[in-house]
């Protein structure tokens, strides 16, 4: 099949609208996100076009200086299997090298073999293994009002980052931070910016940078804490999101069993997501 790759354009949007809402059970994120991501001059969105019509697209973004981002990979079903998703993995990482990448991230969840797979023989390698859980913050949690999680300042950047930097989380999650679904390095910045946020709590258990993209959902970025301490943290994290009326939690961590334990025992079911890289 002949098909062209290209950089996608705003009258390709309700092209790819067509065949990206329903990819998912829960839908897609791609219609509502592409407008934005052609809007934006640090990523790219490109196309497989056959006919000038575009049947397959992946989104590239630069998250610093030297790491590119692959993600939102869609291939329409009528084209699924000729190739199209292979060339635009490679015009990916091909962007993302020309825009001084070093090296070129993407995430996969577990159960999907064949996308793992593919990106194994497009010369990406696995180099962590995350855990990721969703739960309603119903349980009842009353943690000793010295073990609460409160706003963390500048001394706890310095303590937070020093702990984690020789955690085992660190070592597992090889030093990178979640922002949504996209890994990138972490660095003391985060947490001086989390810190002047207010996203940065602390208590005697740990440390976490928690977000809330809607006033409705607390979304956790960044763990320090250890397997002793673990469940109570995971009580404080429950208390914090009841104490703010948050309806939902969402926590990324790299995937050990005694934080991904402690996660399920708080209502969550955690599923395995795992990160590829290319170095260039």
Not at 1 to 20: L, N, Q, S
Not at 199 to 226: I, N, Y
Request: glycine share 8%; net charge negative.
């Amino acid at each position: 099949m002949a098909f062209e790759i290209r950089p996608a354009r705003d009258e390709d949007i309700e092209h790819i609208v067509g065949w990206t809402t329903d990819t998912f059970s829960w839908g897609d994120y791609v219609p509502d996100r592409l407008p934005q991501w052609l809007a934006e001059d640090s990523s790219t969105v490109l196309v497989a076009t056959v006919e000038d019509r575009p049947k397959a697209l992946v989104h590239g973004v630069m998250l610093s200086s030297s790491e590119g981002w692959l993600e939102a990979a869609r291939v329409h079903p009528d084209h699924r299997r000729v190739g199209l998703g292979n060339a635009l993995n490679v015009a990916g990482v091909e962007w993302a090298t020309a825009n001084g990448a070093r090296v070129v991230r993407l995430a996969i969840e577990a159960t999907n073999q064949p996308a793992v797979t593919q990106v194994l023989a497009l010369g990406f390698r696995q180099t962590s293994s995350w855990t990721y859980g969703q739960f309603v913050p119903n349980k009842r949690s009353s943690p000793d009002e010295g073990r609460r999680l409160s706003p963390g300042s500048g001394p706890d950047v310095d303590a937070g980052w020093v702990f984690w930097s020789s955690s085992e989380l660190n070592r597992a999650g090889r030093g990178l931070i979640a922002h949504g679904w996209q890994w990138r390095d972490a660095s003391p910045k985060d947490l001086e910016t989390g810190a002047a946020s207010g996203h940065l709590f602390q208590s005697p258990d740990g440390w976490l940078m928690a977000d809330q993209p809607v006033p409705t959902q607390l979304r956790v970025l960044w763990v320090a804490t250890t397997a002793e301490d673990a469940p109570r943290f995971l009580d404080g994290l429950v208390d914090l999101a009841r104490s703010q009326n948050t309806e939902s939690v969402t926590i990324k961590t790299p995937n050990l069993p005694w934080i991904t334990e402690a996660i399920r025992r708080v209502g969550a079911e955690p599923k395995e997501v795992l990160i590829f890289s290319k170095a260039i």
